[in-house]
């Protein structure tokens, strides 16, 4: 099988969110970087399809140079090449991401074959904007299924299963086809030290394309009210159990 | 000016969040709305009119075919925007809708304001948008402008108060142009799933463990607090990566989110991403031994100290409250 999966770079934001002055993005100069858990669970699920069926996994991402870091890890974990499409230090709407990716894609597919499955997480960590995965899927008029927490391929189809309340709903469509998956679909590997020194040989190739500009266009980023009220302190070690056990009470929940 | 609301409903009932979404629409302009199926479902609707889609083939969910028929009704009504409410069918919905005609999607708004100044003529002469939406799960906000003829928004639940009210719509049903290839993604089975004990998304009381509970076994204490409590054990990010409790526990931006009385964090530092998952609690108790902790700026209680020894003194203390 070939495999594309596109995952994106995004801060850990930890405690609290502190925004850049000019309230355009998140103050990330403290903090590390990760690639979103859904989509995290992406790659997890290519490689184990690799493993079960043979093939090739790619990794796809629009963002800064520094988002290679997160393609590294991919590839420490079993995905064999990476693109980094250079974002140019601004954030790309989701109809400007879809379209940079799709154009890559075709290109990919002229140059070596089509990708049998295209994998996306349901929404970005950052800006969860519910529909990357399913503008890629129109464009390239393929079917998509998304948030997937169940996958299987077998004959040339891809069972597709969600979560849904009292069970679980089950698609099955041909491939190649394009889904988008939610953490939980299986328990990411930690990658093994010689599997990371591995990785660094792994090729990334680079392109640089235009952003058009935004049909979704950020004004400005705020931080919600509500945080940072101060808990009462109810008492140090087990002798705060009484006043735990009055406060539960007054709740009317013990 | 008229904004079209898809409306979801289940068991001849309209969906909460689809009466949300109704008051959402309401900020802007006069509602219609779509149903797939549900024509008996409409007498909660204060609205003129109801469309609703009637084709056997959509008895099962296929979300192409949902925004084809909503396609046809866009073309038949003229709105201003469209809107749905920010569930997994609702977003999935606009976004097919807005894949297919190359419009932008605002996903989970909490407001919008048509703009008026010169730059916009206001929505009313197809000028612009500007909505209020939900980034990092509800942890930070985004103003965005909408550049768009046709805006299409999905609603953030539980942003809003649902829409109330009787109404008499008249129902205009409609045999929709379904082709094939809208079915080809279309629910094939659904496989009942019975889950054990207290549903976690529901349970009145959340007693959930983070990395400090030390280790799977680690959440016995916890689990004996919850069964005289009436709980459902939860858990932070770190503690299901690490293979101590499945993913169906885990509370947070990528897990379940929770709205119990009281929700008790043990040994969870209080990371934005879980508190994306029980901000709705009505009250918080933290039980940590860090006192700077950044779970304690987002919590209502506290006790300071080891959950190892802290957990059990309470299930002790209630043991205690309750014998005669
Ligand atoms: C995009 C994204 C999505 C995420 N989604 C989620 C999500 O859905 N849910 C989620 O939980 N996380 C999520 N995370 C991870 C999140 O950022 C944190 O890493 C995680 O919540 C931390 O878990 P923790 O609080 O258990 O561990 P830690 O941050 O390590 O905190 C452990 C706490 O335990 C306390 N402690 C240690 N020992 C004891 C003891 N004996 N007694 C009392 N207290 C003790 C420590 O003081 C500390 O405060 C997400 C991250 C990202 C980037
Ligand atoms: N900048 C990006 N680079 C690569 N993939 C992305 C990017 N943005 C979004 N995606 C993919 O599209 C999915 C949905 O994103 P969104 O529509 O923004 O919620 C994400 O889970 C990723 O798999």
Redesign the interface.
């Known amino acids: 099988m070939r495999i594309l999966v596109c995952v994106k770079r995004v801060p850990l934001?930890?405690?609290?969110?502190v925004l850049t002055a000019d309230e355009q993005a998140?103050e990330t100069r403290h903090l590390g970087f990760t690639i979103?858990?859904?989509e995290e669970c992406g790659v997890e699920e290519a490689v184990r399809l690799v493993e079960h069926h043979g093939g090739e996994i790619t990794v796809l991402t629009l963002g800064p140079p520094e988002a290679e870091e997160q393609i590294r890890e991919t590839l420490a974990i079993g995905a064999d090449r990476g693109i980094l499409l250079a974002d140019g230090g601004e954030e790309w709407?989701?109809?400007a991401t879809?379209a940079a990716i799709v154009t890559t894609i075709e290109t990919e597919q002229a140059a070596g074959g089509e990708f049998d499955l295209i994998v996306f997480g349901n929404?970005s960590?950052?800006?969860?904007?519910?529909?990357v995965g399913?503008?890629v899927?129109?464009?390239l008029s393929r079917?998509?299924?998304?948030?997937l927490k169940g996958l299987s391929v077998e004959d040339g189809r891809a069972r597709c299963?969600?979560e849904?309340a009292?069970?679980?709903?089950?698609?099955?469509?041909?491939l190649p086809a394009v889904v988008t998956v939610?953490?939980?679909i299986n328990?990411?590997r930690y990658p093994s030290v010689p599997a990371k020194l591995r990785a660094r040989q792994k090729p990334v190739e680079r392109i640089s394309p235009e952003r058009p500009s935004?049909?979704?266009?950020?004004?400005?980023?705020?931080?919600?009210p509500?945080?940072?009220?101060?808990?009462?302190?109810?008492?140090?070690?087990?002798?705060?159990?009484?006043?735990?056990?009055e406060?539960?009470r007054e709740?009317?929940?013990? | 000016m008229t904004v079209l609301v898809l409306v979801e409903h289940d068991g001849g009932a309209v969906d909460e969040l689809s009466l949300q979404a109704l008051t959402f629409a309401r900020s802007l302009g006069e509602p219609e709305v779509m149903l797939v199926g549900g024509a008996d479902a409409v007498e909660r609707l204060d609205v003129a009119t109801a469309h609703v889609a009637e084709d056997e083939r959509l008895a099962l969910y296929a979300p192409g075919a949902w925004a084809s028929a909503l396609g046809e009704v866009i073309d038949r009504v003229a709105p201003a925007a469209v809107v749905a409410a920010g569930t997994n069918r609702g977003n999935e919905v606009l976004a097919h809708l807005a894949a297919r005609r190359d419009l932008p999607l605002a996903a989970n708004c909490t407001a919008v304001v048509a703009e008026n100044s010169a730059g916009g003529a206001g929505a009313e002469g197809g000028g612009l948008l500007t909505v209020t939406r939900v980034r990092w799960g509800g942890s930070l906000l985004e103003e965005a402008r909408v550049h768009s003829q046709l805006p299409l928004l999905s609603v953030a639940p539980h942003a809003l108060p649902a829409a109330v009210g009787e109404g008499a719509p008249a129902v205009e049903r409609f045999a929709p142009a379904v082709d094939d290839a809208d079915l080809l993604v279309r629910v094939a089975e659904h496989v009942d799933e019975v889950t054990a004990g207290i549903s976690l998304a529901e349970a009145k009381v959340v007693v959930s463990g983070g990395r400090g509970v030390g280790s799977a076994d680690g959440f016995g204490i916890l689990e004996e607090l919850a069964a005289l409590l009436d709980a459902a054990v939860g858990c932070s990010r770190v503690v299901t990566s690490a293979g101590w409790r499945p993913h169906t526990d885990q509370v947070g931006q990528t897990g379940t989110k929770v709205s119990p009385d009281l929700y008790i964090a043990c040994g969870i530092s209080g990371a934005t991403q879980h508190i994306a998952g029980c901000k709705g609690a009505k009250k918080i108790l933290a039980i940590n031994s860090d006192a700077e902790a950044p779970i304690l700026a987002n919590a209502d209680y506290a006790v300071i100290g080891d959950l190892t020894a802290i957990v059990p003194a309470i299930t002790a203390e209630l043991r205690k409250a309750r014998s005669p």
């Open positions: 934001t930890g405690g609290k969110m998140l979103s858990p859904h709407d989701p109809q879809a929404e960590a950052d800006s969860g904007n519910y529909q399913i503008r899927a129109h464009a079917p998509v299924v998304t948030g299963e969600q849904v009292g069970g679980r709903d089950v698609y099955v469509v041909p939610l953490e939980g328990l990411p935004a049909r979704l266009e950020k004004l400005r980023l705020v931080v919600p509500g945080q940072g009220k101060q808990a009462e302190i109810l008492g140090q070690g087990p002798d705060a159990a009484p006043a735990v056990v406060v539960m709740l009317g929940v013990a």
